[in-house]
């Protein structure tokens, strides 16, 4: 049935078959898709405020996961902001929690989080697709995949100033008790091991879905190549794992959680610092505790991570050295002088993490982004080199194919889900 549609999606456990069109599967009608992002997040990364930009980014996300504890919903960090796909008996109880995001979002940090809400039946209707997957990046955590140039367009249309209007919302205090919970900013930044921790975005420009997909198998293929398996080029170093004990770095969770007084959030402030204090030893020594096994909890840690992700665009954030990118600008800028892809790359020292946990030991997601702008600037880049955001087409030529899950009847040369 739609309503449990991705709670029973089959489970992809090889990143590489995000790129197998057999795995995805056509997102009901009667759902609804959720963009946010910040406008002008560009300008406030650019002033040092790239922790409040990605901390607004996963604001959206916890307040929608919020809503049913026990419900699976998809969504993808983009470091600004996020998509979420949501069924269509969750959206009059989203839209008021969407609203207190963007108002704690203007009232606390001073930045403007759009939020639209498209039906997905309007995709279609458009003749675009949208398709999904789910990828097990751990035990406890499940990632959406998502594919199709139905995103493309859900994005530019509620950009634009006049299309979008009628699917915007607008920023509304109001009581939502526990609206952030689980939402979690405690870690120091997490330096690479190797030098250099890059942002990637990556967009294959093909005409057909096997065109696409052939394009993202050889770019993740080539990352491997260059940088080694999984766990050679992982942004979060267990070793390097450190709880901060600096009050800027845990202020932005206690003005967002700590309640509207600002007595309120200095007790949270207080409380949290004392709480870090404490797992520092923990971690330390490797204790075990009635909820928690700190000796494992960095390796559950790590694994839950969303350090590599697809939504019509493949992301990654990843270590190595000077040289290796090297490597990877070169391959990338040969793909991109054939016609094949555009990209944008953000080069930083360490990486920063966003944290969602329920459990401390089960269901959690850490959100993964390269310092000092990290996706935000590589998004930068990739607008310079493509259109990506030119004006919205509003219905695709009649000619254009409707069939397959992509609109395209070719399938992929490998396996299948």
């Known amino acids: 049935m739609a309503h449990n549609f991705y709670a029973t999606l089959p489970i992809i456990t090889d990143f590489v078959q995000i790129t197998d069109a057999n795995c995805y599967h056509r997102v009901p009608d009667d759902w609804v898709i959720v963009v946010s992002d910040i406008e002008q997040s560009t300008k406030a990364i650019g002033e040092g405020r790239y ?3 990605n901390f607004i980014g996963a604001s959206t996300i916890v307040a929608l996961l919020n809503l049913q504890p026990n419900l699976d919903i998809p969504f993808v960090f983009g470091g600004d902001g996020a998509t979420v796909l949501l069924p269509p008996w969750l959206v009059e109880q989203a839209k008021p929690a969407l609203q207190a995001v963007q108002h704690l979002s203007e009232s606390i940090y001073n930045l403007h989080l759009r939020v639209g809400i498209m039906p997905v039946s309007e995709v279609y209707a458009h003749r ?20 199709g140039d139905g995103l493309t367009f859900v994005e530019q249309t509620i950009k634009d100033p006049v299309a979008g209007a009628k699917y915007l919302l607008a920023a509304q205090s109001s009581d939502q008790p526990g609206l952030l919970d689980g939402l979690e900013c405690r870690w120091q930044e997490i330096p690479s091991r190797y030098g250099e921790t890059v942002s990637l975005l990556v967009r294959a420009e093909a005409n057909t879905t096997t065109q ?14 260059i940088y080694g398996a999984d766990d050679s080029h992982h942004p979060v170093d267990v070793q390097q794992l450190s709880l901060t004990l600096r009050i800027q770095d845990l202020w932005g969770e206690a003005r967002l959680r700590g309640g509207t007084s ?15 204090v404490l797992g520092k030893l923990l971690l330390a020594t490797g204790a075990k505790t009635e ?3 700190w000796a494992e909890y960095p390796q559950i840690l790590q694994a839950s991570t969303d350090y590599r992700k697809y939504d019509a665009m493949l992301r990654m954030v990843i270590a190595g050295t000077p040289e290796q990118r090297q490597q990877l600008e ?7 002088a054939a016609g094949r892809l555009n990209y944008g790359l953000h080069v930083s020292d360490s990486a920063l993490m966003t944290c969602i946990v329920f459990e401390r030991m089960g269901r959690q ?3 993964i982004d390269g310092n000092n ?6 998004a930068d880049q990739l607008k310079q080199q493509s259109h990506y955001l030119e004006p919205p087409v509003t219905t695709k030529p009649v000619s254009q194919p409707k069939t397959g899950l992509l609109g395209d009847t070719s399938s992929p040369s490998w396996g299948t889900c």
């Open 291 to 293: 909820l928690t096994d």
């Open 373 to 378: 702008g990290g996706y935000a600037k590589a």
């Open 365 to 367: 997601v850490h959100f």
């Open 262 to 276: 600002k007595l309120q959030q200095l007790r949270y402030l207080n409380n949290i610092w004392w709480l870090n």
């Open 128 to 147: 675009y697709q949208l398709e999904i997957a789910k990828f097990a990046a751990s035990d406890n955590y499940a990632q959406a995949m998502i594919n």
């Open 51 to 53: 922790k409040d930009v």
């Open 212 to 225: 696409r997909n052939a394009i993202n198998r050889q770019v993740i293929e080539q990352i491997e190549a």
């Open 330 to 336: 070169q391959f990338l800028n040969a793909e991109r």
